[in-house]
């Protein structure tokens, strides 16, 4: 069989009257009821529900406390705070600077940490202790 035998046909022929129905099969189309009509809320809340959920549940997690900040740090033991500030190489002046005390501040607390081993006579044993006296 050669190319020639072939019968030429124009197989892109268009039906009789398409272009003459094709707006009324169109406008049929665009006045039904719309594709999304028929997707009911239980669809959507399938895939929502389970995401607020853990959005809820993060928020929870992440948002409760232990407390007041001050409650958190009294749990700290000292001997665990001295060895944090020893280890950081944290001076007395920056501290100040990031917790935002005023001079006034800081005067008051060190004369009440002095005040306090000046009372007391088992601190003025104890820093003794660490000298010879003769």
Avoid: C
Avoid at 9 to 23: A, S
Avoid at 30 to 41: I, V
Avoid at 57 to 73: D, F, I, K, N, Y
């Amino acid at each position: 069989m050669k190319l020639e035998d072939i019968p030429k046909k124009n197989i892109f022929d268009v039906p009789e009257g398409y272009f003459e129905k094709l707006p009324g099969m169109i406008q049929a189309r665009t006045t039904g009821a719309p594709a999304h009509a028929g997707t009911s809320w239980v669809g959507v809340l399938k895939y929502a529900l389970p995401v607020v959920a853990v959005v809820l549940a993060s928020v929870w997690w992440w948002g409760r406390t232990e407390g007041s900040l001050e409650e958190q740090l009294g749990k700290i033991e000292t001997v665990d705070l001295v060895a944090y500030l020893e280890d950081t190489e944290l001076e007395a002046e920056e501290l100040v600077e990031g917790i935002g005390w005023t001079e006034i501040d800081s005067n008051e607390l060190e004369e009440a940490v002095y005040e306090d081993i000046l009372n007391s006579s088992a601190a003025w044993d104890e820093l003794l202790e660490g000298y010879e006296l003769q």
